[in-house]
């Protein structure tokens, strides 16, 4: 047996149906098309989310995703632990850069509260919650 003498099964192979080829053929004078219409004519396909002038789903549908902020780029939190690898007792957004903690595009930082604190610091400048100025005031650290 070779490759060249091989030839599928009979009737395993059927040929396609050849349209707009007469009555007898089956597909015949309109080719499956039916009569008339967008669909019947030559090129006549509609768009993918098509739904014949009514307005789209895709459009009905509000839009989401994609749109964050461009703040949260310049915001960054920081838990009151992170103070414990500072050694300086006063805090402001230069010295939070200097030490690493923020890098240089940081513009806003939250204190939060966090269990690992022991520390007097004082602090200039930067926002906190409520939680972590109990904690920093506890320590006898001011806030300004």
């Given at each position: 047996?070779?490759?060249?003498t091989?030839?599928?099964?009979?009737?395993?192979?059927?040929?396609?149906?050849?349209?707009g080829?007469?009555?007898?053929?089956?597909?015949?004078?309109?080719?499956?098309?039916g009569?008339?219409?967008?669909?019947?004519?030559?090129g006549?396909?509609?768009?993918?989310g098509?739904?014949?002038?009514?307005?789209?789903?895709?459009?009905?549908?509000?839009?989401?995703?994609?749109?964050?902020?461009?703040?949260?780029?310049?915001?960054k939190?920081?838990?009151?632990?992170?103070f414990?690898?500072?050694?300086?007792?006063f805090?402001?957004?230069?010295?939070?850069?200097?030490?690493?903690?923020?890098?240089?595009?940081?513009?806003?930082?939250?204190?939060?509260?966090?269990?690992n604190?022991?520390?007097?610091?004082?602090?200039?400048?930067?926002?906190?919650?409520?939680?972590?100025?109990?904690?920093?005031?506890?320590?006898?650290?001011?806030?300004?």
């Open positions: 047996m070779y490759l060249n091989i030839s599928p099964m009979k009737k395993s192979n059927h040929s396609s149906k050849r349209k080829r007469g009555i007898g053929s089956g597909k015949g004078k309109t080719s499956g098309r009569h008339k219409g967008q669909r019947s004519r030559s006549g396909k509609v768009r993918r098509f739904e014949g002038g009514q307005m789209p789903l895709y459009r009905r549908l509000p839009k989401f995703g994609h749109n964050k902020s461009k703040k949260s780029f310049f915001k939190e920081i838990k009151l632990s992170e414990m690898k500072i050694k300086d007792s805090i402001d957004l230069i010295v939070l850069k200097k030490n690493k903690i923020i890098n240089s595009k940081i513009k806003i930082v939250k204190i939060i509260f966090s269990k604190f022991n520390k007097k610091i004082n602090i200039k400048n930067l926002k906190v919650s409520k939680n972590a100025k109990k904690e920093i005031e506890f320590f006898g650290g001011t806030i300004n």
